[in-house]
């Protein structure tokens, strides 16, 4: 018999090594425990490097609709090297704080999801229910996941799942976040994701030339006059549904003058002063405008005197979720940089439109103010991308929050070292998700 406390199911489950590609193991303790806890599993990739499962509170053979839960196995790798208050894997629960990599991303996610499956289970009747409610454990989230969710979306296994939506990773119950509104506790929903484009810009030329001779036209010198140009390209701000949205409830929250314009942002009479509201806040600036981040330039090994003949800088974009932006920024290259260079699509994550709000959103908005009543409930593009992006590309609505209160040292765990979930966190999250679970069977 394995734990049944969420605390100590959620320091086992740490200790399993699941760095992505080594997920298996770990979902294998989950699968008994689900087992144990009396849910149907299905098991739909069972390799090594990608093992996709889920736990059920009916059959998927019932070919019920299902509200689906999301998770992933996988963590990210760990600085061995680095400052650890607890080791990484070693699952330590200190001061009614748990510790460890994926105690919040997203090992702790999945306790809460099962612990709330438990809950509907012993409570209500499953011979009458309209929906099922499936929690989906996946691989290679942290990789873009090929490994997991990719497979998840293809046709012969959606039509078993059958989901009607999917709630997933994202935004959280954050305070400190509206400009003098500091206490405000405010739950971001996201609705949207912004879409990765990786690039790979090569400059070449011909010939390789003794350095004693100066040129203008080196593979470096035309690769660094691009990349200033990309540095300078306008930026181009795009209020979109989702924004208006976010901005409506900042605004709401702000008050004041400055409230009623964030409110108001698409009224044409405060177009003036938008790319000034814009550009002066970083958070709401990621909101509304693709970035092109360069991440590294690379020239070919080779002697001190010897001008290199190729050059090569990587970028990793962010674009807004809209089908046109891909197209749009590749346009904006191919006008803005030097000829001569060659650009290369690395990888991508799906493109997939915003989920509009619909009465899922006001289901899980309701969950979270159940639970904190004095909360705000805000919906938000979430800057990076999740396995939420591969279900709304294929246009089944999905939102991503932590059903529990972020501090600021939490937030900037996530991914870092010393990775931790307050107890208190875990029962926030069980109560918020079975209260979202109960509203689809009532
Ligand atoms: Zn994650």
Not at 56 to 83: A, C, F, T, Y
Not at 339 to 356: F, G, N, Q, V
Request: net charge positive; proline share 5%; aromatic share 8%.
């Amino acid at each position: 018999m394995v734990a049944q406390e969420p605390a100590a199911i959620l320091s086992e489950y740490i200790k399993y090594k699941s760095i992505s590609g080594n997920e298996k193991p770990a979902a294998l303790y989950l699968k008994n425990l689900c087992e144990q806890l009396g849910f149907y599993t299905t098991v739909f990739t069972n390799a090594d490097t990608s093992y996709n499962f889920c736990a059920s509170l009916v059959p998927l053979e019932k070919g019920l609709p299902s509200v689906l839960l999301i998770n992933h196995i996988d963590v990210v790798p760990v600085d061995e090297q680095g400052v650890w208050q607890h080791k990484p894997f070693d699952g330590v629960i200190s001061n009614d704080t748990i510790y460890g990599r994926g105690a919040i991303d997203m090992k702790g996610l999945a306790v809460m999801q099962l612990f709330a499956l438990k809950q509907i289970k012993e409570t209500i009747k499953t011979d009458s229910i309209k929906h099922n409610i499936i929690i989906l454990f996946l691989s290679g989230e942290e990789t873009g996941g090929i490994n997991g969710a990719a497979k998840m979306i293809q046709p012969e296994i959606l039509s078993r799942l059958k989901p009607i939506v999917v709630y997933g990773e994202g935004g959280g119950g954050l305070t400190n976040v509206i400009p003098g509104k500091k206490d405000e506790l405010c739950f971001f929903v996201s609705n949207a994701e912004k879409k990765s484009l990786w690039l790979k810009l090569e400059a070449k030329v011909k010939s390789r030339g003794h350095s004693s001779v100066s040129s203008a036209k080196t593979a470096d010198r035309i690769l660094l006059k691009s990349i200033e140009k990309i540095d300078h390209a306008e930026e181009h701000i795009v209020i979109d549904k989702t924004a208006e949205e976010t901005f409506k409830e900042i605004g709401k929250i702000m008050g004041g003058l400055k409230g009623f314009i964030v409110k108001h942002i698409n009224f044409w009479v405060f177009k003036p002063l938008r790319r000034k509201i814009v550009r002066d806040n970083e958070a709401m600036k990621v909101l509304v405008t693709n970035s092109y981040q360069l991440t590294q330039i690379q020239n070919p090994k080779g002697p001190i005197n010897q001008v290199a003949q190729s050059a090569t800088a990587y970028y990793d974009c962010r674009l807004l979720p809209h089908k046109s932006e891909k197209p749009n920024t590749l346009k904006l290259l191919f006008r803005i940089i030097d000829r001569r260079i060659k650009i290369t699509i690395e990888d991508e994550s799906p493109t997939s439109e915003a989920t509009p709000l619909d009465g899922n959103y006001d289901k899980v908005k309701a969950a979270i103010l159940s639970e904190f009543p004095s909360a705000h409930v805000i919906p938000v593009l979430f800057p990076a991308t999740t396995d939420n992006s591969y279900f709304r590309s294929v246009n089944i609505p999905a939102y991503g929050v932590l059903p529990f209160r972020l501090s600021e040292e939490m937030t900037e765990s996530v991914h870092a070292n010393n990775e931790k979930l307050p107890l208190s966190a875990i029962s926030q999250g069980i109560k918020v998700y079975t209260k979202l679970l109960e509203s689809y069977n009532p």
